[in-house]
Structures are given as structure tokens and as C-alpha cells.
Nanobody, 121 residues
Framework: QVQLVESGGGSVQAGGSLRLSCAVS????????MAWFRQVPGKEREGVAA?????YYTDSVKGRFTISRDNAKNTVYLQMNSLKPEDTATYYC?????????????????WGQGILVTVSS
């Protein structure tokens, strides 16, 4: 059974930093692309960052967010710096890329339960 468990969310003031972690079990991340998405109520889920042999970011987070992974710990991270109020969302970790666009939510099979990030101005 594949499980993805996010941690590290919370509340922070604008300009601050948070690091999200996604601990994965039942699935070896080193061989596969992983991604982070986020969603605001009433809006579609948005791809934030992905990591395969290279890294990919949506334009709004380039230069502020960094995706990485520790294969020994089977964990994926999202370092978020210079946070803005518009980064407020529930963040989801995703695994098992099915093909197509890496930042499209429909292209991943496994999902974490999500974790809330709130950025206040």
C-alpha cells in the first residue's frame, strides 16, 4: 500500500520560510518523478514543483521554492522561501507520474492527504 504523508505546514508571515516534507512508504521514489501541488478552495489544483532527474517549477514560485529529495529516507521536500499571501493553500505531495505534463494533477496516481500553509500579510 502506497502512503504519502506531508508535514511541515503551518502559519507564517509574508517573507518567511517553511519546509514541507513528504514521507513515502510502499513506493521507491528514487526511480520516479515526484511533485508538489497546491489548492485553494474553489480553484483547481495547481502544479507547483516536480523532480525527476531535473527539477521543474511553475512560474509563480521560480527562485523562491526548491524541490528536493532524500532517496535514503524516501522523502521529498519543498523548501519555500520569501512566502507571499498568495502562496496560502493546501499543499499535496504526489507520486507515480503517468505521463504528459509534470505539473498537471491528472498525471499522478498517488496523493498525500494535504497540509495547510497560511501566509499572512
Amino acid at each position: 500500500q502506497v502512503q504519502l504523508v506531508e508535514s511541515g505546514g503551518g502559519s507564517v508571515q509574508a517573507g518567511g520560510s517553511l519546509r514541507l516534507s513528504c514521507a513515502v512508504s510502499g513506493y521507491t521514489i528514487s526511480r520516479h518523478c515526484m511533485a508538489w501541488f497546491r489548492q485553494v478552495p474553489g480553484k483547481e489544483r495547481e502544479g507547483v514543483a516536480a523532480i525527476c532527474s531535473d527539477t521543474y517549477y511553475t512560474d509563480s514560485v521560480k527562485g523562491r521554492f526548491t524541490i528536493s529529495r532524500d532517496n535514503a529516507k524516501n522523502t521529498v521536500y519543498l523548501q519555500m522561501n520569501s512566502l507571499k499571501p498568495e502562496d496560502t493553500a493546501t499543499y499535496y505531495c504526489a507520486a507515480h507520474f503517468l505521463g504528459g505534463s509534470l505539473l498537471s494533477p491528472g498525471q499522478f496516481e498517488y496523493w498525500g492527504q494535504g497540509i495547510l500553509v497560511t501566509v499572512s500579510s
